[in-house]
């Protein structure tokens, strides 16, 4: 009986140029690129299967994706040590994989996750987006009130039925526990000189760059860039602060609610409990989801 050993793997994309993560017939997919990959490098035919932490759509980028494979002992260690920088050499320049790593015991890069943390970045510059930052910032040409968008999705955390802001699956919970949801700025003028302290302004600073800061312990399919969606119209004055809310409670999917183009988004991290209860955090995550005795549909 061949040994063997699960591998994690931790990866980042600029997903502009994949049909999404998932391996499709005929498409460019990162997880096709990834597996192909493997398996030239490590001599496997059929190419190994990766499972992972949080499939993204067409058009998203991820900086912290993680993902789990299985492969023969014999075969990894042949490359021990030496999987990053091999697979580099392998991959194309919008996919890498940072670290490989041994998986600790009940290791599943899917279902032993706490959290995913995502960020979409909007760009409400009157005249435009950095064109350096075209492929990663949406612009949205209406004003942003952030204090109006973070007093609306105050009230989106916790757990909830996020019917009216996913894509229904048959057989599939949409029910999910919000962590996190807030809207910050960035620095107009970038990064500080780490020699002299001081700020390194740009000739054209991004004057209007907000970022928002989303996590949950799972996410239902367009869930991230339908709440963007409706915050955006509240920024912008369109809508009440509470009408996202109100969307909530509904339960249904409202036509109002627009979905965020894919390439403002960014998968940032996924995050893992200890070694220890790995197993426990995967079984738990398999049951299916009912809101708890108290949850509400408002915040």
Same mark, same amino acid.
């Given at each position: ?23 499709? &017939? ?53 490359? !021990?040590?030496?999987? &990053? =920088? %091999? ?8 996919? =890498? ?18 959290? /995913? %943390? ?15 930052? /075209? ?14 968008? !973070? ?15 996913? /894509? ?19 620095? &107009?003028?970038?990064?500080?000189? =780490? ?28 869930? @991230? ?13 369109? =809508?009440? @602060? ?15 609610? !627009? ?17 220890? !209860?790995?197993?426990? /955090? ?18």
């Amino acid at each position: 009986m061949t040994a063997l050993l699960r591998l994690r793997l931790d990866i980042g994309y600029d997903g502009a140029g994949f049909a999404g993560w998932a391996r499709q &017939p005929d498409q460019r997919t990162v997880q096709g690129i990834i597996e192909d990959a493997l398996a030239r490098l490590l001599r496997l035919d059929p190419p190994p299967v990766l499972t992972v932490a949080g499939r993204t759509d067409a058009g998203v980028h991820a900086r912290g994706q993680v993902a789990h494979v299985v492969v023969p002992v014999a075969s990894y260690s042949m490359v !021990n040590g030496t999987m &990053p =920088r %091999r697979l580099a050499g392998l991959l194309p320049p919008d996919v =890498r994989v940072w670290r490989v790593t041994v998986a600790p015991e009940g290791f599943d890069a899917r279902f032993s996750a706490l959290s /995913r %943390r995502y960020a979409y970045s909007v760009c409400d510059d009157p005249v435009g987006v950095d064109p350096l930052r /075209r492929h990663d910032v949406l612009w949205h040409p209406r004003p942003l009130d952030l204090d109006r968008m !973070n007093a609306a999705a105050a009230l989106m955390v916790g757990e909830h039925d996020f019917a009216a802001y996913c /894509r229904k699956r048959e057989g599939a919970t949409t029910i999910r526990e919000l962590l996190r949801f807030d809207w910050h700025r960035e620095d &107009p003028y970038g990064v500080k000189d =780490r020699t002299e302290g001081r700020v390194l302004r740009s000739a054209a600073p991004q004057r209007g760059v907000a970022v928002a800061t989303v996590e949950a312990d799972a996410f239902c399919h367009s869930m @991230v860039r339908a709440l963007v969606g409706a915050m955006l119209v509240v920024g912008d004055g369109r =809508r009440d @602060v509470d009408w996202p809310s109100k969307v909530l409670a509904a339960r249904t999917r409202d036509s109002a609610v !627009n979905v965020a183009p894919a390439h403002g988004l960014s998968l940032e991290e996924i995050r893992y409990p200890l070694a220890e !209860n790995l197993a426990r /955090r995967a079984q738990e995550t398999r049951r299916v989801r009912t809101l708890s005795p108290g949850a509400t549909t408002q915040g």
